[in-house]
């Protein structure tokens, strides 16, 4: 039987551009991580001053990589700039790590016991919290393959790489390792995860009314809870 290491380094995989003050949280949600061993990549174009402003003011841990991507003229893909996160990785496991969102303080703590516990090498949320930030509602997600929650073993990535798309890059990584029975469903944590539509997305904002639509709606209590929580 393959020995697993008990406590793997992960890498937090974070391609931002341009969202300083959401970069700020998903940092602070790196930090507040009960799992110990991690590290945080951060990749990003030269041309996006924001994100480079709000870096060189920055005190950066030792366990944060800051990749500046040289500009060729042409903006680069989602799929290509993730590549280039997850070849920059050290650790044995990556965890995409989107600037959009917020993840509770145990999401590497508990998707890493997964992990382990199912012995597959990757894992992924079926639901997750869904928060419209421009109507103040917050959802339990439909049910399905949620790409950003994937907690996987960086090898296997390596080999199935994210597509060059500049959205969608990531659907197939997801089916590929669905496909050869890699994958452990999560399938009653969706607190781990606070998917945001702030109307600034990757996604336009028919994506997030379809999510809306086949999602469960919480209560005011809650929604107001998840804001203050975004808000920090």
Request: charge should be negative; aromatic fraction near 10%.
């Amino acid at each position: 039987m393959e020995h697993l290491e008990e406590n793997p380094l992960i890498s937090c995989l974070c391609v931002t551009h341009n969202k300083p003050h959401m970069l700020k949280r998903v940092i602070e949600c790196f930090n507040n991580q009960s799992y110990e061993n991690k590290q945080l990549i951060i990749v990003y174009e030269e041309f996006d001053s924001l994100t480079h402003e709000f870096i060189t003011f920055q005190k950066v841990d030792k366990n944060i990589k800051v990749i500046k991507i040289s500009s060729s003229g042409e903006k680069l893909s989602l799929g290509e700039l993730r590549n280039i996160s997850v070849e920059q990785a050290d650790g044995e496991y990556v965890c995409q790590w989107d600037d959009d969102d917020w993840f509770d303080p145990d999401r590497l703590k508990i998707q890493m016991e997964f992990i382990q516990s199912s012995r597959k090498p990757a894992c992924i949320l079926s639901r997750w919290v869904v928060f419209n930030s421009q109507t103040k509602k917050a959802y339990i997600s439909n049910r399905r393959l949620w790409e950003g929650s994937l907690l996987c073993r960086k090898d296997l990535i390596i080999e199935n790489p994210y597509l060059p798309l500049h959205k969608g890059e990531d659907t197939s990584v997801i089916e590929s390792l669905f496909i050869e029975n890699n994958l452990h469903i999560i399938d009653d944590q969706p607190e781990l995860y606070i998917y945001v539509s702030h109307g600034n997305n990757t996604w336009e904002q028919y994506h997030f009314d379809q999510i809306f639509i086949y999602s469960i709606e919480l209560d005011s209590e809650y929604a107001s809870d998840i804001e203050e929580i975004l808000e920090g």
